[in-house]
T-cell receptor
């Protein structure tokens, strides 16, 4: 069974701080996706990384796929209150489905 | 553009009652369809997925079942709900397996 463990599970910071969220597995994934979910809504895709070592930037968010394609990180620079939410990583687990990580709940206070 | 509709948004049901949650997708053909359950503030557990009409793959043994009577319609059902069936249920679609998934807004199911 492929598992994706995210850390930390919960993070509470002040506006303007930097943070990193980790997504780790013992399995290799052909691609990995990051989603953000607001309360009462479905997750929304942020980015997909495909190549080992790949780095993608989305404004203040930087995503990295590990060289061995077993792990990924999400770094947020100068967090804003609008970044608050549940962050989920998901790996391609076979032809038809994704396996989702355990989630990181981020709270950014003004 | 493609859209996904899931209803109802909230449901309160007594133990032992039946369940039917519906999900429809518009603007695409032959999508992969998925049902997930999410515990509060946690990741998503895949319950069922379907790659075509009438085809259902079950991921975990449980009290629930799924059906796909039409190409863009996915239904989650139960004959008799248990307390443990409470949770947030999400429907999603993708063009094919492993591709980014697009989610509905979910159904909050509470069993009393």
């Amino acid at each position: 069974t492929q598992l994706l463990e995210q850390s930390p599970q919960f993070l509470s910071i002040q506006e303007g701080e930097n943070l990193t969220v980790y997504c780790n597995s013992s399995s290799v994934f052909s691609s990995l996706q990051w989603y953000r979910q607001e309360p009462g809504e479905g997750p929304v895709l942020l980015v997909t990384v495909v190549t080992g070592g790949e780095v993608k930037k989305l404004k203040r968010l930087t995503f990295q796929f590990g060289d061995a394609r077993k792990d990924s990180s999400l770094h947020i620079t100068a967090a804003q209150t609008g970044d608050t939410g549940l962050y989920l990583c998901a790996g391609e687990a076979g032809f038809q489905k994704l396996v989702f990580g355990t989630g990181t709940r981020l709270l950014v206070s003004p | 553009s493609q859209t996904i509709h899931q209803w109802p948004a909230t449901l309160v049901q007594p133990v032992g009652s039946p369940l039917s949650l519906e999900c429809t997708v518009e603007g695409t053909s032959n999508p992969n369809l998925y049902w997930y359950r999410q515990a509060a503030g946690r990741g998503l557990q895949l319950l069922f997925y379907s790659v075509g009409i009438g085809q259902i793959s079950s991921e975990v043994p449980q009290n629930l079942s799924a059906s796909r009577p039409q190409d863009r319609q996915f239904i989650l059902s139960s004959k008799k709900l248990l307390l443990s069936d409470s949770g947030f249920y999400l429907c999603a679609w993708s063009l094919w397996g492993g591709q980014p998934q697009h989610f509905g807004d979910g159904t909050r199911l509470s069993i009393l």
